[in-house]
Each structure stands twice: as C-alpha cells, then as structure tokens.
C-alpha cells in the first residue's frame, strides 16, 4: 500500500492498495478465521460469520436501522460511522435482514461495511485534525454496494466493493469454479458477458456463494473471467 494525493477531498491523501494486495489481505483474514471455526473454509462465508467479523472490528453493529436516502429512487443499505480514537458504529438498513429476497444483498451490504473498517478506520485517525477543519463528513453511505464505481472519483466505495467481492468469493474459489465450468461446457475463458455461458457461470457462481448475480457479474468481470 502506499499513499496518493486524494483529488476528491475527502482526505489529504488517500491509500491505493494493487488488487493482489486486497486480495491476498481478504485471505490472510478470512481463511485462518474460517479454519478455526470449521476446520477448513466453507464454499460459503456463513452470514453469521460477516456478522462476527464485523463485531471484531466495530464498536456496535446496529441491524434494525431506517435509514432513509436524502435523494429520489435511492436507498441507503448501509454506514459505517467513524469516531477518531474509537472503533466505528456500523448500521443496516432493517429491510435488507427481514426481507427473505434480499438475503444475498444484506450479506453484500455486511462485507461492504467490513471492506470499511478493515480499509479505512485508520485514515479518520490519521486525519482527525484536517477533517475538523474542512467539515468532511465521519462516515460512509452505502448506497449501492454492486455498481462500478471509478476508483478515483469514489475510491473509498470502489475499495469496500473489492473487499465484499474477494470475501464472498475468494478468487482461488472462484478460479476452480470457472476451470470446472469450462471443462463442463468445453468452453474457454473470458466468455462473453452476454453470451449464454456466460450466464451460466454467473447463475453457478449465484448458487454457490449465495450472492447476486450482479455481485457475481462484477467478479467475474473484475476476475477476468467474463469479457465486457
């Protein structure tokens, strides 16, 4: 990791990890924490286990909030307060847990906020005196936890987004997944995003890791398994 000048803002500079960084810390988390728990990691991270994750880090985690967006058609899933010298706040919105559809968009929204805490808690620390001054905001909506978001523009989201996919779907997962795939369907990767192995894929990556297919899309894009 090393720091950049942040042109959004928000920090006087901001991290930039490379993409084997953020993947190789998701690992170096998730697989020891799961082994101790199951003896090896499950295919599936457990919901109950992004919640244990999340307690380690934060200071509440708060399951039953309203959280009402401010602009028209949109809906907040959910924030991660700050408080610097403290560990952060973390709240969801109530819809996502208590509507049995939204089940893998609550499980995305959870490793969202992680990719959060884990990624991000330090730099209101670090910066605790320069945000004073600027009125920077001590937190992070979640508005959409799916979308691409410009790494530059929006890198704190764009970051969160990372850690939820690698978590999810680990890449080593999600490389056998893909070579099994291929040798099923005597295809070869990158497939065509909109072709029908391609949907294919992303429908087994669905079921496996109990996520969206938008999640799943994104990864497989981010991947390389699937071609724009």
Not at 34 to 52: F, K, M, N, W
Not at 166 to 179: H, I
Request: hydrophobic share 40%; aromatic share 10%.
């Amino acid at each position: 990791m090393i720091l950049k000048p942040d042109y959004t803002g928000r920090f006087p500079e901001r991290p930039h990890w490379e993409i084997d960084e953020l993947e190789q810390r998701c690992e170096e988390i998730l697989t020891p924490f799961l082994e101790s728990r199951y003896g090896q990691p499950p295919a599936r991270v457990p919901t109950q286990d992004l919640l244990i994750l999340i307690d380690r880090e934060a200071e509440e985690l708060d399951l039953h909030s309203e959280l009402i967006a401010d602009r028209p058609g949109e809906e907040i899933h959910g924030v991660t307060w700050f408080f610097p010298g403290a560990k952060p706040k973390v709240q969801i919105n109530r819809h996502l847990r208590r509507e049995f559809q939204r089940a893998n968009r609550y499980r995305t929204t959870l490793a969202h906020e992680y990719g959060h805490l884990i990624l991000h808690t330090w730099l209101y620390d670090r910066f605790h005196h320069q945000l004073l001054q600027t009125g920077v905001p001590l937190c992070c909506y979640s508005r959409t936890v799916e979308g691409g978001f410009d790494g530059m523009t929006d890198w704190m989201e764009w970051q969160a987004n990372y850690v939820s996919g690698a978590l999810l779907m680990p890449r080593w997962r999600v490389e056998l997944l893909a070579q099994a795939f291929g040798k099923e369907r005597g295809v070869s990767v990158p497939m065509a995003d909109g072709g029908i192995d391609g949907q294919m894929l992303i429908k087994r990556m669905t079921s496996l890791f109990d996520v969206s297919s938008a999640a799943a899309r994104v990864r497989l894009l981010k991947l390389g398994y699937l071609m724009a």
